[in-house]
């Protein structure tokens, strides 16, 4: 007789080197208290709080209505990596071809495919602290070894290049740089991109520079390491529609990189995804050619909550924040409160109804320090910031 016993589930060893992203978990805990009655304001999660625009929605249905609803190349769809082509050469000024392109679906798997195909065991990766939690773990999940290079609020949370080439070895396979931050919102410089191309010089090692947040900058410009004369052959360029025109739900990210390397990453969408979703590449199209005064919208609503919500921080006790230069988040110092970034976060959560994540949900260079999302209206910013302040005035 068959035996339908519980047995021990026995998977990989490779597993338990697999992190997470600790804003989806903290989600659902926010979300399980809003079931009990709770208000609660959501500064966790890192998207927009805008709808996608109209003309791009429309694109996307219309692409469903034209039959766009079967498969296409795993590397993505031609007329897509044609305007993303065209795209990436006038914005960061190289010569960009679509063989050079892959479309995937959202930015994560240009990440993940990245490490997948060139890091392996004895190998390093050199990637920014506190930073997206997906860098670190991947590069454990392959079995290199994740070297963190310590981003540094006296630098405006950008990194000091000398500690980086300090790192660089023999060993060194990749460096993962990220500008604008998550989550600290740092912008490297010209001068900081120059100085990381000069510290890797003519070493045989990748950058994989994620861009997701190039057009979601509020002081100074974007700056791409991809521009720098032979640098461009050793970039994968990570980009994507999720931030730039809220298209998170959309899915749909793209790297761009040399044309042997774009062949094997698109061999791993043949094995994982198969392929991005054809409707949503269409409405890709019309993001990156329509009318772009959406994102100029948005880019100036999130500085105005960003404004707000770094003038509210400051006045609180114990806290301390930075203006971040780009993309949607503040991060400010709380080591005056006494209180560990985890337990303090938990308590805003529990006690006062605002939803934000540890610094250390972005690895352990975090300690010290909150990570707040701006995507949400004004009027709940001030909310969360009065909410916080009230805490402050009772626990600290």
Partial sequence: MHKAAHEELRLAKRMARLGTETAFEVLVKAKALEAQGRGIIHL????????????????????LHK????????????????????????????????????????????????????????????????????????????????????????????????????????RTKLIILNSPQNPTGGVLEKKDIDAIARAIGDRNIAVLSDEIYSRLIFDGEHHSIMSIDGMKERTILLDGFSKTYAMTGWRMGYGVMRPDLATHIARLMTNSSSCTASFTQIAGIEALCGPQESVDV??????????????????????????????????????????????????????????????????????GYLRFSVANSIENIEKALDRVDDWAKKNL
């Fill in 67 to 170: 039959g766009f609803t079967h498969y296409g190349p795993s590397a993505g769809l031609m007329e897509l990596r044609q305007v993303i082509a065209q795209y990436v050469g006038e914005t960061r000024r190289v010569n960009v071809t679509p063989e050079e392109v892959v479309v995937v679906p959202g930015g994560k798997p240009i990440i993940f495919f990245t490490i997948l195909a060139l890091a392996e065991e004895g190998d390093e990766v050199i990637y920014p602290n506190p930073g997206f939690p997906i860098y670190e773990s991947m590069i454990n999940y392959v079995g290199a070894k994740a070297v963190p290079v310590r981003l540094r609020e006296e630098l405006d949370f950008r990194l000091d290049v000398n500690e980086l080439a300090a790192l660089i070895n023999d």
């Fill in 44 to 63: 966790e999660i890192g998207e927009p709080d805008f709808d996608t625009p109209r003309n791009i929605v429309d694109a996307g249905c219309d692409a």
């Fill in 298 to 367: 948005m880019r100036a609503e999130f500085q105005k909550r960003r404004d707000i919500m770094v003038a509210g921080l400051n006045k609180i006790k114990g806290f301390s924040c930075r203006l971040p230069k780009g993309a949607f988040y503040v991060f400010p110092n709380i080591t005056k409160t006494g209180w560990p970034s985890k337990k303090l976060a938990d308590a805003l959560l529990d006690d006062a109804g605002v939803a934000a994540l540890s610094g250390t949900a972005f690895g352990d260079f975090g300690e």
